[in-house]
């Protein structure tokens, strides 16, 4: 079954999940997109990790954990959040090719180098062929804004999310839960699952 790698680079869960991820695109049927996670938010109401004092004091010691843990070198970039908007741009020009995304990552999440516009992809953009016109292109632009409506349309809430078939694993913990169902679709299936994509909802706050 085909799965779709929603990713903002802006995130150090993708690099993460990415670093995982990267090696199974020589057996697996994976197609990564680039999306705007910020458009997701805003499309949503809800706000980022990096945007919850509490939650960004909690996210980033956590993020270098998991790194350390599993062997990820791991830099974070001078500031974060950041735009991310050019970088989305730039795998969006090279069509989502594994090398960019894979240079993207490494130049934001691996050195720590600024990934908040042209000027400083400068490097990533010339190993790639890319000129800064290619990436300010009108319609690398509309392609980027198309790959987020889509995301949104289907319900992506946010960044990484896999989506096998029409179910989202979202986030680099998910991983193995999302490879579970690549390998056997009939997961979400069985009469448990079904229950709890249904499970009544018993109280909401007003």
Do not use: C
Not at 172 to 199: C, I, V
């Amino acid at each position: 079954m085909p799965a779709i790698w929603y990713f903002d680079v802006v995130s150090p869960f993708a690099y993460l999940q990415w670093r995982r991820l990267r090696p199974l695109l020589a057996t697996h049927e994976i197609r990564p997109v680039p999306i705007l996670f910020a458009a997701v938010l805003s499309a949503i109401g809800n706000r980022g990790p990096a945007e919850i004092p509490a939650k960004r004091t909690f996210t980033y010691p956590h993020v270098a954990w998991r790194a350390q843990r599993d062997g990820i070198g791991l830099v974070f970039p001078p500031a974060h959040p950041f735009n991310p908007i050019a970088a989305l741009r730039a795998a969006t020009a090279a069509d989502a090719d594994p090398d960019v995304i894979d240079a993207l990552f490494a130049h934001i999440w691996a050195r720590g180098q600024p990934g908040d516009s042209v000027e400083a992809l400068a490097p990533v953009l010339a190993a790639a062929h890319l000129s800064p016109a290619d990436v300010e292109a009108p319609t690398v632009k509309s392609r980027l804004r198309a790959n987020t409506d889509a995301a949104i349309a289907v319900g992506v809430f946010g960044v990484p999310t896999l989506r096998v078939g029409d179910a989202l694993f979202w986030g680099e913990d998910a991983h193995d839960f999302a490879l579970a169902a690549l390998a056997d679709p009939a997961l979400l299936d069985t009469p448990e699952m079904r229950h709890l994509a249904q499970l009544p909802v018993g109280a909401m706050r007003g």
